[in-house]
């Protein structure tokens, strides 16, 4: 079992690009929509579009047989809001090679960081059956508060059955598209989990599957294994044997399958966080899908 400081990749920035251009006239590190007269040069364009004698191109104007005068016109780089929402119902006390609760947390502290320091707003909500207000953040670029409630995560109270309080969450982050980290084991109905996903269908969505390599790979072939319900049905032992571990196996495989398959017209395809937390490996995930 790892204790938080061995779930956390401890130097990495997690690096993303919204799959949209933000609006506003905040200064950030995304290309907007917004053109204007500052940020990164885009093309010049007439006078008459764009009537900003400070940024007149000369040699434009000049090669334009018509005689037009032309200004540069320049890309704004604009913020975006990035959230966590993490599932705190009680199948998340799972402890295996790693607690998933330290994972949660190593994973929200870095993406803390990583928002908040290129100036992108970072929130959290947590949720099981309802959304846990004592978990809540508004998004913020203060950096200090906003690690501060991520790391609060890994010592979060993990007791409620369900995760219908994902719905609620949707609701309120209803208006302009937000860059969204759903973090789940997604042991969850399967209706349920399209609900949540179309629900949320208006963002940039990256599912967070959280695993560990004790749930399967890690199986051994003979054995007793005692099996904890941790949402409340109770325990059972198994005698475990060659052939019930392939069909374990093949079956975690089939449910993360269904995942992928329910969550593709709405999200990016589903990063799987199993054991140790490498922000390296989130970003190219992030970066090719």
């Not at 947390?105 to 803390?112: D, I």
């Not at 970072?122 to 099981?128: E, P, R, S, T």
């Amino acid at each position: 079992m790892s204790g938080p400081e061995e779930a956390v990749d401890g130097g990495a920035d997690i690096i993303y690009l919204p799959h949209w251009r933000p609006g506003g006239h905040r200064v950030g590190a995304h290309r907007g929509r917004e053109a204007g007269g500052l940020g990164t040069f885009r093309d010049p364009v007439s006078f008459l579009r764009l009537p900003d004698a400070r940024r007149i191109d000369l040699r434009a104007s000049l090669r334009d047989p018509f005689e037009g005068v032309f200004v540069r016109r320049f890309e704004a780089r604009s913020p975006v809001e990035t959230w966590a929402l993490v599932d705190l119902s009680a199948s998340m006390r799972f402890r295996g090679r790693a607690d998933r609760r330290d994972l949660t947390g190593a994973f929200c502290t870095s993406l803390a960081r990583s928002a908040t320091r290129i100036g992108d707003g970072f929130g959290v909500i947590g949720c099981d059956r309802t959304l846990r207000e004592d978990l809540f953040l508004p998004a913020t670029r203060h950096r200090a508060a906003a690690q501060t409630a991520a790391a609060r995560l890994g010592e979060a109270r993990c007791e409620g059955g369900g995760a219908e309080g994902f719905l609620e969450a949707a609701r309120r982050l209803a208006g302009r598209p937000k860059l969204i980290f759903l973090v789940s084991d997604f042991r969850w109905p399967e209706a349920l989990i399209e609900e949540v996903f179309a629900a949320l269908a208006l963002h940039d969505v990256t599912p967070v599957l959280l695993a560990d390599s004790a749930e399967d790979e890690g199986l051994p072939n003979w054995g007793l294994v005692e099996l904890d319900d941790l949402e409340g049905a109770g325990r059972r032992l198994v005698f475990l044997r060659p052939s019930l571990r392939r069909r374990w196996i093949t079956r975690e495989a089939e449910r993360v399958e269904r995942l992928r398959r329910i969550c593709a017209p709405f999200a990016r395809p589903p990063f799987r966080l199993a054991d140790r937390f490498d922000a390296e490996a989130l970003s190219r995930h992030l970066m090719t899908t």
